[in-house]
């Protein structure tokens, strides 16, 4: 039972345009999201993150989006990057277990210049 | 610093076989978790440690399946009689506090022929 997806398996963009990232969950118990970024042979790395009590959240290029009532959250990069090629995981937790991250499979962004 | 170190990267073994993994966490980080991504899918929560407390043992997948951790330090999960569908990328991560982030070492890539 897939509680976190991530329907997209792959994105295409073009350099310098915006890559949106979708993810849907469907456990009402979470109330902190993540995205992690992957590159090929190494571990996923922390991207930016959401709690529940917001609806946007932004650090320089990234942006996520949540819409608690459709239980849905979006990643936003913008410019779009040849070097954000990889590959992205929405992942959530809920607060009486933190440390239990949930993750989505993954969507393959790919850039091209 | 040095990140999450994990041995070895690859490990191929025949069925029936117990393979030993191991992560060296960040130095100072008192939690560590194990996750397991499969072909395709997300990664998969298996287990966590937090200092001297028991460990959350709820993502263990079968009896076959035990990790162990000294103090704050090295941890290592066992897969006793190894099966096919054990393949997988065995990822190890550690964070400062029980609510912090995950810092991940780049996976260990089991192979069960």
Known sequence: DQQVKQNSPSL????GR?????CDYTNSMFDYFLWYKKYPAEGPTFLISI???KDKNEDGRFTVFLNKSAKHLSLHIVPSQPGDSAVYFCAANSGGSNYKLTFGKGTL???NP | GAGVSQSPSNKVTEKGKDVELRC???S???ALYWYRQRLGQGLEFLIYFQGNSAPDKSGLPSDRFSAERTGESVSTLTIQRTQQEDSAVYLCASSSTWTGEQFFGPGTR????
């Open chain 2, 110 to 113: 089991l192979t069960v022929l």
């Open chain 1, 51 to 53: 709690s529940s009590i």
């Open chain 1, 109 to 111: 962004l790919t850039v």
């Open chain 1, 18 to 22: 915006i890559s949106i990232l979708n």
């Open chain 2, 28 to 30: 100072g980080h008192t």
């Open chain 2, 24 to 26: 060296d966490p960040i």
């Open chain 1, 12 to 15: 295409s963009v073009q350099e």
